[in-house]
């Protein structure tokens, strides 16, 4: 008898052939063919995909004459139809109770490959969402870049600004550009900010789906529970992998915080500058229009780097990334 492959491939490849063969090759050996004993024997497999197939070909089988009673002879004639009666009456109740169990087993293998087919697809958008969590880190990369580019410039002018005593009104100026810088310092912080709070609601959507999904896998495994062991084995493993993912999202908020803390000392380091900056300003008054001409021109600089980012922040996304 031919059966057509497990529809769920993706989860286990076993074949109904590959089944009854092992089942076979147990029979043969005077071994009771067990779903354990045919899963050891082809050293791979889904035990719910195997667990009907073997259900399958157990069905298939034709049950076994029970042999002929053997009595005395002068017992034969006395006992023959009170046997016979119970050994029919034995046999059809063993054939009902046969057929039960297997019905029970294909049951219970047909909800542990739903379940296994529902972990894959939690699996598939867990890696989604790591996914856009890497996109999103990577722009934020670029945006602490530029940062740290407008932080090089501002320890070039602090330097300029102690060798030449820098008048009053140049310090001032030097200062109304470090709160630019800031402000834009900090409009970078609420934008990562806002893509963690991106991907931390699209990790509460998949929490909320693993948890719908475990709390029907508990009650298939709490009706199941007296008749396949084998459902346990599952959830255990489920539950492993739960705690890995968990795991994963933890260090995944972790590195997400991380990142926000550096940005927000670069605020305060920056704020800091300004502070020093402003307390030398009272004391620089002499070389001002010796080094108007250089702030001039540091001022454009930096006027075209923020035109620069503006048009970058009005791209669309697709462009930007």
């Known amino acids: 008898m031919s059966q057509p492959q497990d529809p769920a491939h993706g989860i286990s ?5 590959q089944v009854a063969a092992a089942a076979e090759n147990l029979e043969q050996r005077g071994a009771e063919p067990t779903l354990q004993r045919v899963l050891e024997l082809l050293g791979t497999g889904s035990p719910n995909v195997a667990q009907r197939h073997l259900g399958t070909w157990r069905g298939a ?27 029919e009456s034995g046999l059809s109740e063993g054939r009902r109770l046969a057929d039960e169990a297997c019905a029970d087993a294909t049951t219970l293998a047909e909800i542990g490959e739903t379940l296994e087919r529902r972990n894959v697809e939690l699996e598939q958008r867990l890696e989604q969402i790591e996914r856009e969590y890497r996109a999103s880190g990577e722009r934020y990369s670029a945006l602490q870049a530029e940062h740290d580019g407008l932080c090089d410039d ?46 931390e609601e699209k990790r509460i959507k998949a929490e909320r789906a693993q948890a719908v999904a475990e709390s029907q896998r508990d009650g298939a495994l709490e009706q199941a529970r007296e008749r396949a062991e ?6 255990r493993e489920m539950q492993e992998e739960r705690a890995r993912q968990r795991q994963e999202i933890a260090e995944m908020r972790a590195e997400q915080k991380a990142r926000l803390d550096a940005v927000e000392r670069a605020k305060q380091e920056a704020q800091k500058q300004a502070q020093e900056a402003a307390q030398r300003a ?16 540091l001022k454009s600089r ?10 970058r922040n009005m791209r669309p996304q697709g462009e930007r990334e």
Not at 13 to 17: D, I, K
């Open 13 to 17: 490849s076993l074949t109904y052939e």
């Open 61 to 87: 089988r034709t049950a076994p004459e029970p042999p002929a009673p053997r009595l005395p002879t002068a017992l034969i004639d006395a006992l023959e139809r009170q046997l016979a009666a119970h050994a």
């Open 154 to 199: 501002l320890e070039r002018q602090q330097r300029l600004a102690r060798e030449a005593q820098e008048g009053l009104i140049q310090h001032r100026q030097q200062v109304a550009m470090l709160r630019e810088q800031l402000e834009e310092a900090q409009q970078a912080r609420l934008a990562a900010e806002r893509e963690t709070r991106a991907v």
């Open 230 to 235: 084998q459902i346990g084995q599952l959830k």
């Open 282 to 297: 009272t004391k620089a008054e002499i070389r001002a229009e010796a080094l108007q001409a250089t702030q001039s021109a």
């Open 302 to 311: 930096m006027d075209a780097m923020q035109v620069q980012q503006r048009q």
